[in-house]
């Protein structure tokens, strides 16, 4: 009797204990899959009979899963990219700091001058290009100043 | 005597022209300390030869560098230009979206940058 007691309750023990196993996996399989599904896959992919509208469902949820796709490759491309930003994270060669310094040096030249038309515009913004970011933000300041204290005089309506 | 009816129709004709012209307003350029607004039109059209306002944007392919600057100048010569290193989108929208038919309003900081672009495109700019 105390034998068949023990048998009962040992197959409860198992039982129970398989029965939360499979119970964990299924929550942690059903949490994964709800945590890495793309937006664009939670549109239902099976096809769908054409409505009383005339419309086919399945081309309709074709269309939205590509305007999903289209606006977060939209989003992606309007942030700063890696690449970009990585950029100005690399050291300058010695070349290419020689060569800001003396794009820098020139804008100082052309301000200097007194006189801003369309010929130092265009001199401007070919040394404007070379200039770091930091550069090119203080030579801006500085012909902005120039320009609205007098110092430098406009001799075109489109200074920069 | 025989020359009063055509003088009278072209006459009429005018009228009926200046009639349907379509509601016009003008906004003359004005320049402040921190900001400047105006019409482009009506700093092209207006009969002093000093007013003007507009924008221009920079960009280059072998630069990551870009800006956008606005200036203006009122009948009296006042002037104010700024400019805006590495904009976001939609202040060079703003600025790009300039046409004849443009007021523009903008801000500018103790430094010179541009700090607010508004354009408004209508016909009765024009």
Same mark, same amino acid.
């Given at each position: 009797?105390?034998?068949?007691?023990?048998?009962?309750?040992?197959?409860?023990?198992?039982?129970?204990?398989?029965?939360?196993?499979?119970? @964990?996996?299924?929550? $942690?399989?059903?949490?994964?899959?709800?945590?890495?599904?793309?937006? $664009?896959?939670?549109?239902?992919?099976?096809?769908?009979? $054409?409505?009383?509208?005339?419309?086919?469902?399945? #081309?309709?949820?074709?269309?939205?899963?590509?305007?999903?796709? $289209?606006?977060? !490759?939209?989003?992606?491309?309007?942030?700063? %990219?890696?690449?970009?930003?990585?950029?100005?994270?690399?050291?300058?060669?010695?070349?290419?700091?020689? *060569?800001? &310094?003396?794009? !820098?040096?020139?804008? #100082?030249?052309?301000?200097?001058?007194?006189?801003?038309?369309?010929?130092?515009?265009?001199?401007?913004?070919?040394?404007?290009?070379?200039?770091?970011?930091?550069? +090119? &933000?203080?030579?801006? #300041? *500085?012909? !902005?100043?120039?320009?609205?204290?007098?110092?430098?005089?406009?001799?075109?309506?489109?200074?920069? | 005597?025989?020359?009063?009816?055509?003088?009278?129709?072209?006459?009429?004709?005018?009228?009926? *022209?200046?009639?349907?012209?379509?509601?016009?307003?003008?906004?003359?350029?004005?320049?402040?300390?921190?900001?400047?607004?105006? @019409?482009?039109?009506?700093?092209?059209?207006?009969?002093?030869?000093? #007013?003007?306002?507009?924008? +221009?944007?920079?960009?280059?392919? /072998?630069? %990551?560098?870009?800006?956008? +600057?606005?200036?203006?100048?009122?009948?009296?010569?006042?002037?104010?230009?700024?400019?805006?290193? /590495?904009?976001?989108?939609?202040?060079? *929208?703003? +600025? !790009?979206?300039?046409?004849?038919?443009?007021?523009?309003?903008?801000?500018?900081?103790?430094?010179?940058?541009?700090?607010?672009?508004?354009?408004?495109?209508?016909?009765? /700019?024009?």
């Amino acid at each position: 009797m105390v034998r068949l007691w023990s048998v009962c309750a040992l197959s409860v023990a198992i039982g129970a204990g398989v029965g939360w196993a499979l119970h @964990g996996s299924s929550s $942690a399989d059903t949490n994964e899959a709800q945590a890495t599904t793309p937006v $664009a896959q939670l549109v239902p992919s099976r096809p769908q009979p $054409a409505g009383p509208s005339g419309l086919d469902l399945a #081309q309709l949820h074709a269309a939205i899963r590509e305007e999903l796709a $289209a606006a977060s !490759m939209g989003q992606a491309a309007n942030k700063p %990219s890696a690449t970009t930003a990585a950029k100005e994270d690399v050291p300058a060669s010695r070349e290419l700091v020689a *060569q800001r &310094r003396e794009a !820098m040096q020139d804008i #100082q030249t052309l301000m200097a001058s007194g006189e801003w038309g369309d010929k130092e515009r265009t001199e401007f913004q070919q040394k404007f290009a070379v200039l770091d970011p930091e550069q +090119a &933000r203080q030579a801006l #300041q *500085q012909i !902005m100043k120039g320009l609205n204290n007098g110092s430098i005089q406009a001799l075109t309506n489109v200074p920069l | 005597m025989k020359e009063l009816p055509i003088i009278a129709s072209v006459v009429a004709t005018l009228a009926v *022209q200046v009639a349907n012209a379509g509601y016009h307003y003008s906004t003359p350029i004005t320049v402040g300390t921190g900001g400047a607004y105006g @019409g482009v039109h009506s700093a092209r059209t207006s009969s002093d030869s000093n #007013q003007f306002i507009g924008c +221009a944007a920079y960009g280059a392919v /072998n630069s %990551s560098s870009t800006y956008v +600057a606005c200036s203006a100048r009122d009948s009296a010569g006042h002037s104010l230009y700024c400019a805006t290193y /590495n904009p976001s989108f939609y202040v060079w *929208q703003a +600025a !790009m979206s300039v046409n004849q038919a443009s007021i523009i309003i903008f801000n500018v900081d103790s430094s010179y940058n541009c700090t607010y672009i508004y354009v408004s495109n209508s016909s009765t /700019n024009l």
